[in-house]
């Protein structure tokens, strides 16, 4: 038991590293081609935050892992939504972008919608599941978000990038293409062991408590690769840039339910059980509260008295699902 948890803690190292390796290898390869700062940050940086629930849910996927492929892709959001950004607010107030609550939010509750509907519409034999050709149509829709993230933001004047992420990523720009390579590998190799000592040894405690792989999915799973979103939200909190970090959860929200589950289905078809309708349902209004708390003044800033209000709803939530 000691052993599995150790792994666990050491899986979750090697996840966060590898993927703060990897960031660093392909922003510099942004930088030699001359992207903008603006693509790095909508495309390197978001993409570069979800990379550790990317390569649990292959690993899970060739293993036959479904409960935890779609259980740690739903647990992801909504410890996104309620503890990242409520950790947040407590270091600094966090303001909203009309476009977050306008545009982003809804969309995500679209991607929780389509979800709904996918693994409700396949039964194979006596069970619900997300096909190869379903997980294709989350695929496309990931790739139709990203488009239109950045369409939306090429069409404004004044982009407010988060500078400090950005800050952050030029002042450890790598200049030699080998050490851009070895970056590049070690990122990889970090990601992938990474994964396979959280996934194998979450299933082992799993067993020996008798908890279910949606369980440990939801919950020990989704808070450790929700790490990158955790470290990238307070140090954007603490130099008052929540605008990208805001950008960046909800993307990775959609990201997660799009791209992991879509991912996931075209290795392996996802079985998809009645629990997980009831866990989008609770997204949906985790989702729709963040929301209301967001607009509940002139300013949309969620302040730390809200901040502890979510941090508690997620932990009543743990505890509900314990």
């Known amino acids: 038991m000691l052993f599995e948890i150790i792994f666990i803690i050491v899986g979750f190292v090697f996840l966060v590293k590898g993927a703060d390796l990897l960031v660093k290898a392909a922003t510099s390869i942004a930088k030699k081609f001359g992207l903008s700062e603006m693509l790095i940050g909508l495309t390197i940086v978001a993409i570069g935050t979800s990379l550790p629930?990317?390569?649990?849910?292959?690993t899970s996927s060739l293993e036959g892992h479904s409960d935890l492929i779609i259980g740690n892709a739903i647990g992801s959001c909504i410890c996104n939504f309620l503890f990242v950004i409520g950790i947040s607010a407590l270091v600094r107030p966090v303001k909203f972008d009309r476009r977050i609550i306008k545009r982003h939010l809804p969309i995500s509750i679209v991607?929780?919608?389509?979800?709904?509907?996918?693994?409700?519409?396949?039964?194979?034999?006596?069970?619900?599941?997300?096909?190869?050709?379903?997980?294709?149509?989350?695929i496309f829709a990931t790739i139709a978000y990203i488009i239109y993230t950045i369409y939306e933001e090429k069409k404004l004047k004044n982009k407010q990038m988060d500078d400090e992420i950005i800050k952050d990523v030029e002042s450890k720009e790598i200049k030699s293409i080998l050490l851009i390579i070895v970056y590049f590998i070690l990122g990889i190799l970090g990601l992938k062991f990474g994964s396979d000592f959280v996934v194998d040894n979450s299933i082992l405690i799993a067993g020996r408590f008798g908890?279910?792989?949606?369980?440990?999915?939801?919950?020990?799973?989704?808070?450790g690769t929700?790490?990158?979103?955790?470290?990238?939200?307070?140090?954007?909190?603490?130099?008052?840039?929540?605008?990208?970090?805001l950008g960046n959860?909800?993307?990775?929200?959609?990201?997660?339910?799009?791209?992991?589950?879509?991912?996931?289905?075209?290795i392996n078809p996802l079985r998809f059980t009645t629990d997980f309708n009831v866990?989008?349902?609770?997204?949906?209004?985790?989702?729709?509260?963040?929301?209301?708390?967001?607009?509940?003044?002139k300013n949309n800033e969620l302040d730390r008295k809200k901040?502890?209000?979510?941090?508690?709803?997620?932990?009543?939530?743990?505890?509900?699902?314990?």
């Open 53 to 58: 629930e990317i390569f649990i849910t292959i």
């Open 111 to 138: 991607a929780m919608v389509l979800i709904l509907f996918l693994g409700n519409t396949t039964k194979l034999g006596e069970t619900h599941i997300i096909d190869r050709w379903q997980g294709i149509i989350l």
């Open 211 to 223: 908890l279910s792989e949606r369980f440990i999915g939801m919950t020990i799973v989704a808070i």
């Open 226 to 245: 929700a790490l990158p979103e955790i470290i990238t939200g307070i140090i954007s909190a603490r130099r008052n840039e929540t605008d990208l970090l």
């Open 249 to 266: 959860i909800t993307g990775s929200n959609i990201l997660n339910l799009c791209l992991l589950i879509g991912l996931g289905a075209i």
């Open 279 to 297: 866990s989008i349902l609770i997204l949906i209004v985790v989702t729709v509260l963040l929301q209301f708390i967001a607009t509940l003044n």
């Open 307 to 322: 901040g502890i209000v979510l941090i508690i709803v997620y932990i009543i939530y743990i505890l509900c699902m314990i």
